[in-house]
């Protein structure tokens, strides 16, 4: 490294372009300290907000002594970046997943770790399991519960002789009225909640986005009539859009700018030390025939089908997130809540069982549905996001434009049906 | 070939000394193709491994079925032109290329107008004229990512304490969410604001080295014929003679507008995926070949055909302008 | 400077002349307004980057922050998570090695196709600008899967070698080779010196200020590349500026003045470079094939 350096900055041209060819070549990546000794594995995590956590994840790794686990924490746009490495053999060895999706396990790139499991299967809570197995095989242990819900402000709501609303047209009402010069009624994110929502206004309604046996779930004229109702939101300027951060980052709520507002169960801490008891939590309300809903989804540790010592990547994870219960526990409720993956970690959670946090447990228990079932595949994803956001903010026919996303969606189950 | 046959033709006549300039000529040219390689080979191998293999391997894979794969298998996943059918129907797609169009319909000239305008405005000053260049120019320094930032998250975020809402509140009007408004699409305005600051500066400058190679008895000779300082000598004399510099900015510009994809994917792209709207085609094909989805295939199909399209383009404005002819 | 052609003293008098100083003056202003609009950006990073969250978030606007904290900028380059400081140096790095070995291949390529007559030299040419048309994302997969394959991820070869071969860089400098005056060469010539050393003697130390010009929009291009590195350089030994930039944006939580504060440290760089070498890229700017 010095001497390339030092070439690089004194050298001539052409001494320097040699020196660059073959000298700085120097591997600034894998490899690390060697104090663990056996195989090398390299671990990636996305890059989470809460203080803490990354210090966290590399100390369970450097607690390992079979293997010498390196950490990449990765900022930015995880999924494409992980999507992209898992072509390659320089791409992790075990890495965590909002998926692994559908695609991923037909081609073959993640190795089944149904066996890892095996023994304790039933401790997984099914909601975040079920969208992490395929065919009966298992291929990403969740780590943590996500569970997303609404928040709200009782003195702003108090103050404008508003109830927590308990229907979506109570919802759709509540906004309204809590809605001044600065103050928005609610923020469901910068682009009017199409991505933070996803089906769950489907699933209020009664629907869902794709059955068990895979065919559309939202075939229905009632989805129109929901979806509808979303789009009033929008267009009774209810909604806060265009904050700096987005629906997963509590700041809009805590700076003032939205009486209430859809996150995650990850930003309660946050809430809590600022607002103190000046906040209640709701699912999201239900619309017509349906029940209040809300939307739990976990990443998973999966391991690559390009992992160099296959068996080296499966007992990492099998130690971390199935035999050690105490860094799973200190991992969902140390940095940002979250409930922990297994039955028997989330009753035991002291944390989990008092004020807001306990009755956001009972909304996961009772009205928590998969927000990322397996079919749902990306293409899904982006054309029903296109479709809603059509209907939210351009006041497009929802009868119309569901047809067109119902007609996509239905070619895309029958392509990954084959 | 034909200096070769001539030359033959030419020994067979007659002339001992021409056999001897023959012989003499072939070790000449061949000497010079060895060092024509020596000075261009480097760069050519470096284009062809790194630039030439990756675009024959997107052709290859656009012919195939290629979910989260580089290398399908020949016999099982071949659709031949399937994918071009699918994406040429696929109305997201189709859609991308009508924003691209509008996009630089409008991009382009804008961004001429105001680079040649500010050009003009500084060439005349007679003092602080590298004050102004450098405080015009010195947004070419600043990145994608880093302007987008302060796009998003200060100038035009839809609260309260962005700016443009500050000044909005001065005059007693609501805020409006820039970025999240498709009607009226104020996105745009952030959109082409954004490209305008970035790019202005660095024309501006083709355009000044442009202005000062212009003789200054052009303008002598129009003032004694009477012609009125401003528009006439503009029309008459400074835009004529600016003819190569504007042909090269109008160019550049085009294929920019074409490559458009950082400060749309800054801007608007959110954790959750890109809004339907302003989605031009990069960046389409960014979600669609590189998303998590990876249906290589099919973004490389429609990568080929984005392609196609721009030297399409490319070449018939460089034929419209001329540019051709001169290389020829 | 000849320009100043509108200055041109108008024979009919007065009238004209006041019309003509009218008409200056508000040419200042509208330079002087559009200066300031240019320059509101800068003003928001320092201004931003220098103020406490609540300040940034306060709805009543204040023109600069009541106290210009500079703790930002210290704990920028003290916070753990995000290796601040490896990030310039990578920057750095790259984008000089970048700098330099485009500049030598380009313009060897360059002259090779401006001066030395061979049959193909056109094809090559064409072949080298066609991939101007290429957008660099559509082969983007199969460029990153190459470089995998040669081990070369999170590696500063990786960071580099794929990024040298411009054909933008090419293009320009073969244009002003064809426009540089034969005489020197033939000069050289007849003393006896081949391609290799006319170029390295005569050439290049004759064509400062296009290598200045090209140089300058490499760097910029290297320092600002934002995609790239983020794929290739995957440990965190091996972000770059751009990709630290990134990693305050993340989905969760977003702090602001860390964000603006790092916004501001990454271009000081650049600004130096640009204020420094500004003559000299007008210079070869003006003499270059790109306006030619």
Redesign the interface.
């Known amino acids: 490294m010095t001497i ?2 030092r070439r ?2 004194t050298g001539s ?2 001494t ?2 040699a020196g ?2 073959s000298a ?7 490899g690390g300290s060697g104090s663990s000794g056996g195989p090398a594995l390299s671990h990636w995590y996305h ?4 203080p803490g956590t ?1 210090q966290a994840v590399r100390r369970y790794a450097k607690a390992y002594d079979k293997a010498d686990v ?1 950490v ?6 995880y ?3 992980t ?9 992790p060895d075990v890495f965590e997943a909002n ?1 692994p ?1 559908l ?2 396990i ?2 073959k ?1 993640v190795l089944d770790l149904t066996e890892l499991i095996e023994d304790v299967k039933d401790d997984y809570n099914p909601a975040v399991l079920t969208p992490k197995t395929h065919e009966g095989r298992v291929y990403g242990i969740p780590q943590v519960i996500d569970m997303q819900l609404l928040y709200y402000r009782k003195s702003l709501l108090a103050d404008a002789k508003v109830d927590p609303p308990r229907t979506l047209d109570e919802l759709v009402d509540a906004a309204a009225k809590l809605t001044t ?2 103050v928005k009624g609610l923020f469901l ?4 909640g ?3 929502l ?1 089906g769950t206004p489907l699933q209020a309604a009664g629907l869902e986005l794709v059955t068990d046996d895979g065919e559309v779930g939202f075939d229905d004229p009632i989805a129109a009539r929901t979806l509808g109702k979303i789009h009033q939101l929008y267009a009774d300027k209810s909604l ?7 629906w ?2 509590p ?2 709520f805590l ?1 003032g ?1 939205t009486a209430m507002q859809w996150s995650g169960l ?1 930003a309660l801490p946050a809430v809590q030390k600022e607002l103190g008891d000046d906040f209640g939590v709701l699912p999201f309300p239900k619309d017509g025939a349906g029940s209040p809903s809300v939307p739990v989804g976990a990443y998973g540790a999966a391991v690559s089908a390009r992992a160099r010592d296959k068996d080296a990547a499966k007992a990492y994870v099998k130690w971390l997130w199935v035999q050690q219960t105490a860094y799973q526990e200190d991992f969902a409720l140390s940095y940002g809540f979250h409930i922990p993956a297994r039955i028997s970690l989330a009753k035991k959670a002291e944390k989990l069982k008092k004020g807001a946090a306990a009755d956001a447990v009972r909304f996961a228990t009772e009205s928590g549905f998969p927000a990322q079932p397996l079919l749902w ?3 899904n ?2 054309v029903y ?2 479709g809603l ?2 209907i939210i ?3 497009a026919d929802p009868d119309k434009e569901l047809k067109s996303v119902v007609r996509k969606v239905r070619a895309e189950l029958e392509r990954v049906a084959k | 070939m034909t200096a070769r046959t001539e030359a033959t033709a030419r020994t067979a006549a007659t002339a001992r000394s021409k056999v001897a300039a023959h012989t003499r000529e072939l070790p000449a040219r061949r000497h010079r193709a060895l060092w024509f390689w020596v000075f261009v080979g480097p760069f050519a191998l470096g284009l062809g491994v790194f630039t030439y293999i990756p675009l024959l391997w997107s052709v290859y894979l656009s012919f195939f079925d290629a979910h989260n794969t580089v290398t399908p298998d020949p016999a099982r996943d071949f659709v031949g032109f399937g994918n071009y059918a699918d994406m040429l129907a696929d109305g997201a797609f189709t859609d991308s290329l009508l924003t691209f169009v509008v996009f630089s319909l409008f991009i382009v000239p804008t961004t001429f107008g105001l680079s040649l305008a500010l050009a003009l405005m500084v060439n005349r000053l007679r003092r602080a004229q590298a004050f102004f260049r450098s405080v015009f120019f010195l947004p070419a320094a600043c990145s994608y990512v880093v302007a987008a930032l302060i796009w998003k998250m200060s100038i035009f975020n839809g609260v309260r304490f962005g700016l443009a809402n500050t000044l909005l509140g001065y005059v007693d009007a609501d805020s409006v969410a820039w970025l999240s408004t498709t009607d009226p699409p104020w996105y745009w305005l952030a959109i082409v604001t954004v490209r305008l600051w970035l790019q202005a500066g660095f024309f501006m400058i083709l355009f000044l080295a442009g202005l000062q190679r212009i003789n200054p008895q052009l303008y002598e000779a129009a003032a004694v014929d009477g012609a009125k300082p401003g528009w006439q000598v503009f029309r008459h004399i400074t835009f004529p003679q600016l003819r190569a510099t504007s042909v090269a900015v109008a160019l550049l510009l085009v294929i920019n507008a074409f490559q458009a994809f950082d400060e749309f994917y800054n801007l608007l792209a959110d954790s959750r995926g890109y809004p339907p709207y302003a989605r031009p085609p990069l960046v389409y094909l960014y979600y669609t070949a590189l998303g998590q989805g990876q249906n290589l295939g099919m973004g490389s199909a429609g990568a080929v055909i984005l392609a196609v399209i721009i030297a399409v383009v490319t070449i018939g404005q460089a034929r419209w302008f001329g540019l051709g002819r001169r290389e020829a | 400077m000849h320009g100043n052609p509108h200055g041109v003293r108008n024979p009919h008098g007065v009238r004209a002349d006041a019309s003509v100083r009218v008409g200056r003056a508000l040419r200042l202003a509208l330079l002087i307004a559009l200066a300031a609009l240019f320059l509101i950006p800068f003003y928001l990073l320092v201004r931003n980057g220098l103020a406490s969250e609540q300040e940034i978030t306060s709805p009543d606007w204040s023109f600069l922050p009541a106290e210009l904290r500079w703790s930002n900028v210290t704990e920028l380059f003290s916070d753990p998570s995000v290796p601040f400081s490896r990030s310039l140096l990578n920057s750095a790095l790259i984008a000089v090695a970048t700098t330099l070995g485009t500049l030598l291949l380009a313009s060897l390529a360059g002259y090779g196709l401006a001066r030395i007559p061979y049959r193909h030299a056109n094809k090559v040419f064409y072949a080298i600008l066609g991939t101007l048309m290429v957008p660099a994302a559509v082969t983007f997969v199969p460029s990153f899967v190459l470089v995998s394959t040669l081990g070369w991820v999170s590696t500063l070869r990786g960071l580099i070698v794929p990024t040298l071969f411009s054909a933008f860089a090419c293009f320009v400098f073969r244009q002003y080779f064809l426009g540089f005056p034969r005489e020197l060469e033939d000069a050289a010539r007849v003393d006896g010196l081949g391609y290799w050393r006319t170029y390295w003697r005569i050439v290049v130390p004759n064509t400062r200020p296009v290598f200045a010009a090209v140089g300058t929009i490499v760097f910029i291009g290297a320092w600002n590349s934002f995609l790239w590195p983020l794929v290739i350089g995957q440990d965190q030994g091996a972000w770059t500026v751009q990709v630290a930039l990134s990693s305050y944006t993340n989905a969760q939580v977003v702090r602001l003045h860390e964000l603006f504060v790092a916004a501001a440290v990454s271009i000081v760089p650049l600004l130096v470079a640009f204020l420094v070498f500004q003559r000299w890229i007008v210079a070869g700017v003006e003499r270059t094939g790109i306006s030619e």
């Open positions: 390339s350096r690089l900055l041209t052409a320097a372009a660059l060819l700085c070549g120097s591997n600034t990546g894998r890059q989470y907000g809460e990354e390196t990449q924490w990765r900022p930015g746009d999924d494409r970046q999507a992209a490495a898992l072509l390659t053999e320089s791409g998926g999706n695609d991923q037909r081609g790139q010069r600065d994110g910068n682009d009017a199409v991505g933070a996803g806060l859009l265009g904050a700096p951060s987005d997963s980052d700041a809009a700076q700018l990850w595949t990306p293409r994803q982006t996001q296109d956001s059509r903010k351009d006041g």
